[in-house]
């Protein structure tokens, strides 16, 4: 893969990611039933709209990493932005010294997903998250966003490429 294929399949793949993540993030917080900007500071609850038995839509401000985990706010916020973006800066980089297809569109999902969501901790200081299975899949007790979405896809196509396809070029 060509260096300007690189840059032309990231340059389509995060800004699209990037888009659709921002603007389902804005939707949500524009739903009054949601309760979304009124229960950042947590003084009212956040809301639940029920849609089925697999998808629920359930506004939830994540102040942590990765599905909630070490929570953060104050200087610790900050801490976690600049840790995040280092991070989606060397995804970046290891993007245009990829050669796989495969690798390009997992790194550049995993780059979008973690701009995404330090989008939202930058402007709100924690990350709103509204997709929730946990009455399909309740050993999925978490509520999630497209941006925590295209960073999971990303990262399971990361390991497929790094551990099977990897390991068949090794081999040869």
Same mark, same amino acid.
């Given at each position: $893969?060509?260096?300007? !294929?690189?840059?032309?399949? %990231? ?15 804005? $939707? ?8 979304? +900007? ?9 809301? !639940? +709209? ?8 359930? $506004?939830?401000? /994540?102040?942590? $990493?990765?599905?909630?985990? +070490? ?11 600049? =840790? ?21 569109? %997992? ?6 997903? %973690?701009?995404? /969501? ?9 990350? @709103?998250?509204?997709?929730? =299975? ?10 999630? /966003?497209? %941006? ?7 990262? @399971?196509?990361? +390991?497929?490429? !790094? ?10």
């Amino acid at each position: $893969m060509s260096t300007l !294929q690189r840059a032309v399949t %990231a340059g389509i793949i995060i800004p699209v990611i990037l888009v659709f993540d921002q603007i389902t993030k804005s $939707m949500i917080l524009g739903i009054p039933a949601l309760n979304g +900007l009124n229960c950042l500071d947590r003084t009212e609850p956040c809301g !639940q +709209l029920d849609f089925s038995p697999i998808f629920n839509l359930s $506004m939830v401000w /994540n102040r942590g $990493m990765s599905f909630g985990a +070490l929570q953060s706010e104050g200087i610790m916020r900050w801490i976690l932005v600049v =840790v995040t973006v280092a991070i989606a800066a060397g995804f970046a980089v290891w993007i245009f010294r990829a050669t796989g297809r495969l690798l390009v569109f %997992a790194l550049s999902l995993i780059v979008a997903g %973690a701009i995404g /969501n330090v989008i939202d901790r930058v402007r709100f200081g924690a990350v @709103v998250d509204f997709i929730d =299975v946990t009455s399909w899949l309740p050993i999925f007790p978490w509520v999630f /966003n497209i %941006a925590d979405s295209a960073i999971t896809v990303g990262a @399971v196509l990361l +390991l497929t490429d !790094q551990f099977i396809f990897s390991a068949k070029d090794d081999k040869i």
